[in-house]
């Protein structure tokens, strides 16, 4: 059974930092590449940035700059470091596999406020 765990999020003034987790079980996560994904209030879901198994990384324009993913294939864990925090950053934030998808976790909820 696929687990996603997410974490970190929280309530940050505008150009301020987060880091989110993603604790993942019930898959070989070393192989996979993994993402992170957000969906604010009225909007579809979208994909936010990828890792692959090689480390290679992939950034929407939206957040290119300011997030940066990692991951500790030891730990089957994946991070997104969040600087410079706007409030259209703000939504739920899911980690998840790419470009398929498992079931979703229960996500991270990012407010920014102004």
């Known amino acids: 059974q696929v687990r996603l765990v997410e974490s970190g999020g929280g309530l940050v003034q505008a150009e301020g930092s987060l880091r989110l987790s993603c604790a993942a079980s019930?898959?070989?996560?070393?192989?996979?590449?993994m993402a992170w994904y957000r969906e604010a209030t009225g909007k579809q879901r979208e994909l936010v940035a990828t890792?692959?198994?090689?480390?290679?990384?992939n950034y929407a324009d939206s957040v290119k700059g300011r997030f940066t993913i990692s991951r500790d294939n030891a730990k089957n864990t994946v991070y997104l470091q969040m600087n410079s925090l706007k409030p259209e950053d703000t939504a739920v934030y899911y980690c998840?596999?790419?470009?398929?998808?498992?079931?979703w976790g229960q996500g991270t909820q990012v407010t920014v406020s102004s």
């Open positions: 998840n596999t790419a470009p398929n998808v498992w079931s």
């Open positions: 890792i692959a198994r090689s480390g290679s990384t």
């Open positions: 019930g898959i070989i996560f070393r192989i996979n590449t």
